[in-house]
């Protein structure tokens, strides 16, 4: 069974940095297509970023355009997403989740890592 797992988040001043980690177990990481999803409190979950293939595939939403990359290490099953110059407004819960080449639908999930950023 495919298992994914969120880790790196926490508190973090306005304008600061953060790395998130996302570690797919269970499965052939190469296989799958990721994505990373957040939803702040009291709204619904929103696509953040999708990587079709590997490094230079990703898409963002316009809100991290600039501040937010992905990177896919695929020896190490691992998606990281670097989070620069981070606002109060990036306070959300993010999601990892992947989905099996060829479908559109991101059958498994992590649990997800709490971001706070503070003023």
């Known amino acids: 069974q495919v298992h994914v797992s969120e880790s790196g988040g926490g508190v973090v001043q306005a304008g600061g940095s953060l790395r998130l980690s996302c570690l797919v177990s269970?499965?052939?990481?190469?296989?799958?297509?990721m994505a990373w999803f957040r939803q702040a409190p009291g709204k619904e979950r929103d696509l953040l970023g999708g990587?079709?293939?590997?490094?230079?595939?990703?898409t963002y939403e316009e809100a991290v355009q600039g501040r937010f990359t992905m990177f896919r290490n695929n020896a190490k099953n691992t998606l990281y997403l670097h989070m620069n110059n981070l606002k109060p407004e990036d306070t959300a819960v993010y999601y990892c989740a992947a989905r099996p080449r060829g479908t559109n639908h991101y059958e498994y999930w992590g649990q997800g890592t709490h971001v706070t950023v503070s003023s």
């Open positions: 990587m079709f293939a590997s490094d230079g595939d990703e």
């Open positions: 269970g499965g052939t990481f190469s296989n799958y297509i």
